[in-house]
Every structure is written in C-alpha cells, then in structure tokens.
C-alpha cells in the first residue's frame, strides 16, 4: 500500500509560481510512474502531468505545457510539480497519484483509471 501526501499548494496571484510536492511511502517509488491531476468545483478531475519510473519521460496536459513542469526524486521518493505563470483557470484541487502498471506512455499515464493511488490534494488558488 502506497500512502501519497501532497503539500506547496496556496494562493498566488496571476503570473505567481508555486511547487507542489508528493511524498510517497510504503512502497518501493521508483516502480511507480506518477501523476498529477487537477479538480476544480464541480468539474471532473482532470490530467496534468506525468513522469514515468526513471523520470526519462514526461506528458503534459496541453493547457500547462511550458508553463508546468514534473519531475521526481527516487531517493527521496517525492515527485513534484513546477507551475509558472499561474492563471485563474488554474485554481483547483491538485492531486498525485501512484500507477504500477507494467506498460506505461502518455496515453496511459494521462487516464485517472491507470493509477492505483492517489493523494488527498492541496489547493492552489490563483487570483486575478
């Protein structure tokens, strides 16, 4: 059982950075191609970014590319999130999550369905 804990979210303005962090324990990270998603109020929970197990590739949602970048730490077995020139339609819920899956690419990484654990999410809130 892998636990995820997420934590950098906050309140920026627009054009504000932040970095989210994931700690993962209870299991061995670099099995694990990781993932973050987003959920604003009352929509789904949608894709951000993924990092396979070496962290040699990386997927983006197409509304964060060049502004969004992910990246892991094996030793530390913490993955995170970059985000640059924050906009409000930024502002959501954001979660990690954990995918062991033996065959991995964007298609894959890029499906909530493909992750089998997921962290309880931090805010970001970008205001105009």
């Known amino acids: 059982q892998v636990q995820l804990v997420e934590s950098g979210g906050g309140s920026v303005q627009t054009g504000g950075s932040l970095r989210l962090s994931c700690a993962a324990s209870g299991g061995t990270f670099s099995r694990y191609a990781m993932g973050w998603f987003r959920q604003a109020p009352g929509k789904e929970r949608d894709f951000v970014a993924t990092?396979?197990?070496?962290?040699?590739?990386?997927y983006y949602a197409d509304s964060v590319k060049d502004r969004f970048t992910i990246s892991r730490d094996n030793a530390k077995n913490t993955v995170y999130l970059q985000m640059h020139s924050l906009k409000p339609e930024d502002t959501a819920v954001y979660y990690c999550?954990?995918?062991?899956?033996?065959?991995?690419?964007?298609?894959?990484?890029?499906?909530?369905?493909?992750?089998?654990?997921w962290g309880q999410g931090t805010q970001v809130t970008v205001s105009s």
């Open positions: 990092i396979s197990w070496s962290g040699d590739s990386t």
């Open positions: 999550a954990a995918g062991g899956g033996p065959i991995y690419s964007g298609s894959y990484g890029s499906t909530r369905q493909w992750y089998d654990y």
